[in-house]
């Protein structure tokens, strides 16, 4: 009779065990006072919305025989834009820029994001491509231009006053060849300080846009050999006669 009993409440109690296994598995999380562990995926890193504008502009600010100025202004900071200084390379043509190949000159900017960048030591004459780069090394894929160097002055003009009257007066001007070698051509250039303007020209021919004036050569005095020298003559009016005018020349 004993062992009966026994076998029975081990049977019971075993059958009770495992009711209270399955309840426990079904049972929610919260129901035994147990806090869930949870984890967060990363998520993908922002991505920042640059204005859809240039983050630096240049332009030629100025041109010598032998140098090349560059203005600049640098609207945004990385990681849209560039923090100074600046470098500006020179190529000697387009497509040598475009590949940022074998640059000729380099210039290195002042700490200011808007300012200019001289470029000295270059070649008279002559057509050079320009490109930015900033301080951590990053190329600037948007500014690509040209400049040009001023050529070597070829001639010389001076004017002078030969006759005057109360409304207007006739001049002289002499052209010199101060180069090295022979010109085939000429021009003279000035302009006017007040409201004179020219009312005839011999031995040259005359352009005029408002007090801006040009004299070419005329057909039969272009050629000047080394150190050689032609003139042209001019009449002009004008309320109050200048004192002179000074005159440039270029071929």
Do not use: H
């Amino acid at each position: 009779m004993l062992r009966m009993f026994l076998a029975a409440t081990t049977a019971a109690l075993a059958v009770l065990g495992a009711a209270n296994a399955t309840a426990g598995a079904t049972e929610p999380a919260g129901a035994t006072g147990a806090i869930p562990l949870t984890t967060t995926s990363p998520g993908p890193t922002p991505t920042i919305a640059c204005p859809p504008a240039l983050p630096i502009t240049a332009n030629v600010a100025g041109v010598t025989t032998t140098s090349v100025t560059i203005s600049y202004s640098i609207f945004f900071r990385p990681p849209c834009g560039y923090d100074p200084p600046m470098t500006v390379s020179l190529f000697a043509n387009r497509e040598d820029a475009q590949q940022w190949r074998a640059p000729v000159a380099v210039a290195v900017s002042g700490p200011e994001r808007n300012g200019t960048v001289t470029i000295d030591r270059l070649t008279p004459d002559t057509e050079y491509w320009y490109r930015f780069t900033d301080v951590e090394g990053r190329r600037d894929p948007y500014v690509i231009a040209s400049a040009r160097t001023a050529p070597l002055a070829s001639c010389r003009a001076t004017a002078t006053i030969d006759a005057r009257w109360g409304s207007g007066f006739v001049a002289t001007v002499t052209v010199r060849n101060t180069g090295s070698e022979p010109l085939d051509r000429w021009r003279v250039s000035w302009r006017w300080s007040g409201d004179e303007r020219v009312q005839s020209v011999w031995g040259g021919v005359a352009e005029t846009v408002g007090a801006d004036v040009t004299v070419r050569n005329a057909v039969y005095n272009g050629t000047l050999a080394l150190d050689g020298a032609t003139t042209f003559g001019l009449l002009a009016a004008a309320s109050s006669v200048p004192d002179g005018f000074t005159v440039s020349c270029a071929r």
